[in-house]
């Protein structure tokens, strides 16, 4: 069987119209006739008040221009949108705004939040775990660019190109994903679904590895500088080439994982063949959301790992994007003492108000009572222990 490629660039000198155009030849290239429309589809998550904040949350809008350059150097005579659908509580038309996309119109395309051409319900032929869901025109009927971003995820571990697509997903569909998915594993089998629909529409992925994000991400992590650009048309493959340059296992990621396993894409880097420059000469450690706890195969150590959202006390400026996200509705905001109320009862753990909140007041926690038992099951482990060196001591 072919080997699918993924190119890793670096981008010399700020220039990412060479690095691109370079990532994506060494990936295969773009087909030489698309007929329909096409969509880039970047991460637009969410805008902070400096653009230095910013960028390494969302996809570099120049890595975008650049792409829209090489599209129209082929002379596709098709439409091209440049789309996306913010988190779930947010307008996405702002965020356009906000952090420069909207400036791409500039370039004769359209940019524009993902449902803006409608959407329709669909149902993946092979569901892991959801059964149907609402998919954006857009995305359904156009020849797929993919570009992600680099960063880490406190749910998902980390997110890049199958991540990416949840955005091809419009508004609270999200979060009822969200709750359809209900754990971390769950989430990441409705994503695939997701990708299961998309995969064939998509021509080529190109991750945006300019700054990344390392740590308390997808919006609330710290930058890091990689100066990379990477592409590939296999999605599964690009993500297990990025995350083993973030230095993790790809074996660690439910997404990459579970597309491989059901044969959506190869994740194995012995079955992927990489162009350009090599994982060893660009690799850095990115900090991960998660806790050393995690990796323990131990069902009842995940359960004790299990985190929650909790306000940091100040600063909350009531503007309710936390109560309207939630997807079990878990939290409510108080206008007059302006902070979030959470009921942990239903909390799922989506993260997906720690994701949205502006402000960057509500953290994530380890759950205080599972703390307790945490420390309970020490203190359990070292009585037995205990008597097993006072029983052998006295045999
Ligand atoms: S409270 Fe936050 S983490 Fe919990 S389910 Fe709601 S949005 Fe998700
Ligand atoms: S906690 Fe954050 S998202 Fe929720 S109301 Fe306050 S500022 Fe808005």
Redesign the pocket.
């Known amino acids: 069987m072919k080997k699918p490629k993924v190119a890793i660039v670096r981008i010399k000198n700020g220039d990412f119209l060479s690095a691109v155009k370079e990532a994506i030849e060494l990936a295969g290239g773009l087909p030489d006739k698309i007929e329909k429309d096409i969509l880039i589809k970047p991460n637009i998550l969410t805008f902070k008040k400096t653009e230095e904040e910013t960028i390494p949350i969302i996809t570099n809008p120049e890595v975008v221009r650049s792409i829209i350059k090489i599209v129209k150097e082929k002379d596709y005579k098709s439409k091209i949108y440049v789309a996306d659908s913010s988190g779930s509580?947010l307008d996405t038309s702002k965020v356009i705004e906000k952090t420069g996309f909207s400036k791409l119109e500039e370039e004769g395309v359209t940019v524009c939040q993902i449902s803006s051409n409608g959407s329709t319900e669909v149902e993946p032929k092979n569901p892991l775990k959801l059964k149907k869901t609402t998919f954006s025109n857009l995305s359904l009927n156009s020849v797929i660019i993919n570009v992600p971003k680099m960063k880490t995820h406190t749910l998902t571990r980390v997110t890049l190109a199958i991540k990416n697509l949840f955005g091809t997903i419009p508004g609270m569909e999200k979060s009822r994903i969200h709750a359809v998915g209900n754990t971390a594993k769950g989430f990441s089998k409705c994503l695939v679904d997701i990708y299961s629909i998309l995969k064939d529409k998509i021509v080529m992925n190109v991750m945006d590895a300019s700054i990344a994000m390392e740590g308390h991400g997808p919006s609330h992590g710290s930058p890091v500088k990689m100066d990379l650009i990477l592409a590939s048309k296999d999605a599964v493959a690009l993500d297990a080439v990025a995350t083993s340059i973030m230095d993790e296992k790809p074996s660690r990621v439910f997404t990459t994982r579970i597309a491989s396993e059901n044969s959506y894409g190869v994740s194995n880097l012995d079955d992927i063949e990489i162009v350009g420059e090599k994982i060893d000469d660009v690799k850095h450690k990115f900090k991960m959301p998660e806790k050393f706890i995690s990796f323990l195969p131990i069902g009842i150590f995940f359960e004790l790992n299990k985190k929650q959202p909790e306000?940091k006390g100040s600063?909350?400026?009531?503007?309710?994007?936390?109560?309207k996200?939630c997807p079990v509705q878990a939290?409510v905001?108080d206008k007059k003492e302006?902070?979030?109320y959470f009921d942990y009862t239903k909390c799922i753990s989506c993260f997906s108000?720690n994701e949205?909140?502006?402000?960057?007041?509500?953290t994530i926690t380890r759950r205080k009572y599972k703390k307790q038992l945490l420390f309970g099951g020490f203190i359990g482990l070292a009585f037995i222990a205990l008597i097993l060196v006072v029983s052998i001591l006295l045999a």
């Open positions: 509580g306000y600063g909350c400026i009531a503007c309710l994007r936390c109560q996200i939290i905001v302006k902070r979030p108000c949205i909140c502006p402000e960057g007041v509500i």
